[in-house]
Nanobody, 125 residues
């Protein structure tokens, strides 16, 4: 049984940093796409960073240069380093894992088979 468990969320002031972690158990296929998504109540869940099995990364323009996704395959853990945080990134952040794709990992939620329970990130001005 695959389980993704996020941690590292919290409350910070604008300009600060946070590092999110996603520990994967039962999911040992390090070659598949994984990603971070966020959701605000009443809005669609959107991708903020994805990573392929070859290490290729994908970001929307809104976070480029401020967010960095990386994975430690030996620890089966996915990370999201978030710097220069702005209040508009306040949301619930979710980790996701694919079972098919290995590259060109999409920033839309369709196709990601496994999801964590989420960790809240709140940025105050």
């Amino acid at each position: 049984q695959v389980q993704l468990v996020e941690s590292g969320g919290g409350s910070v002031q604008a300009g600060g940093s946070l590092r999110l972690s996603c520990a994967a158990s039962g999911y040992t296929d390090n070659g598949r796409c994984m990603g971070w998504f966020r959701q605000v109540a009443g809005k669609e869940r959107e991708g903020v960073a994805t990573i392929g099995g070859d290490g290729s990364t994908y970001y929307p323009d809104s976070v480029k240069g401020r967010f960095t996704i990386f994975r430690d395959n030996a620890k089966h853990t996915l990370y999201l380093q978030m710097d220069s945080l702005k209040p508009e990134v306040t949301a619930m952040y979710y980790c996701a894992a694919d079972i098919g794709r290995t590259i060109y990992c999409p920033l839309r939620r369709t196709g990601y088979a496994y999801w964590g329970q989420g960790t809240q990130v709140t940025v105050s001005s």
